[in-house]
């Protein structure tokens, strides 16, 4: 079945540094989702990616879904400790089909 | 989110028992999704519905069983069967269509053995 791999799974950085996290997924994806889970709360949806090699910019967020619609990234600039979470993506491999959620990347910013 | 509420916030289970966790959805959703998800772990989908009086299994279903006899309800009973049963249970709930649409989770349960 489809599998989504997310990396890295931890990452720590100082305020004020950049953060980026990678997902792949093993089949071709109709469309990437990403998600913001604070510490002791549930995800929280973020954006959606369709086109092949979409760019999109949340203020300090930046998504990118790669051309062959396999591979995602999410790039936070400057990053503050509000930033303080997992963010995990999840792929569709048809409209309307089930979410495949990878394991999260949790950041930790260090004030 | 406010749309999705789940019941209880905490929940203790003996052995051999069966329990439910509540979820209940005011977004006039068509979907309905479980999660289980473990520490430093992601979601994993244990039962999903996207018609009343239908659902499909996940890639988790053994040792859980759901009903959807109501477009607002999903109810997920954790049976005896379900050995390792201690986790953070997320209910979650979208529209579905042709577009793709986000999901919409509630606050979780987070169920333990006694």
């Known amino acids: 079945g489809q599998q989504v791999m997310q990396i890295p799974q931890y990452q720590h950085v100082q305020e004020g540094e950049d953060f980026t996290t990678y997902c792949n997924s093993s089949t071709t994806l109709s469309n990437i989702q990403w998600y913001k889970q604070r510490p002791g709360g549930h995800p929280v949806f973020l954006i959606q990616l369709v086109k092949s090699g979409e760019v999109k910019k949340q203020k300090r967020l930046t998504f990118q879904f790669g051309e062959a619609k396999k591979n995602s990234s999410l790039h936070i600039t400057a990053t503050q400790t509000t930033d303080v979470g997992t963010y995990f993506c999840a792929g569709q491999e048809t409209s309307g089909s089930r979410l495949t959620f990878g394991e999260g990347t949790q950041l930790t910013v260090n004030p | 989110d406010g749309g999705i509420t789940q019941s209880p916030k905490y929940l203790f289970r003996k052995e051999g028992q069966n329990v439910t966790l509540s979820c209940e959805q005011n977004?006039?959703?068509?979907?309905m999704y479980w999660y289980r998800q473990d520490p430093g772990q992601g979601l994993r989908l244990i039962y999903y519905s996207q018609i009343v009086n239908d659902f499909q299994k996940g890639d988790i279903a053994e040792g859980y069983s759901v009903s959807r006899e109501k477009k607002e309800s999903f109810p997920l009973t954790v049976t005896s069967a379900q050995k390792n049963p201690t986790a953070f249970y997320l209910c979650?709930?979208?529209?579905?269509?042709?577009?793709?649409?986000?999901?919409?989770f509630g606050d979780g349960t987070r169920l333990s053995i006694l």
């Open positions: 977004l006039n959703h068509d979907a």
């Open positions: 979650a709930s979208s529209f579905v269509g042709n577009s793709n649409q986000p999901q919409h």
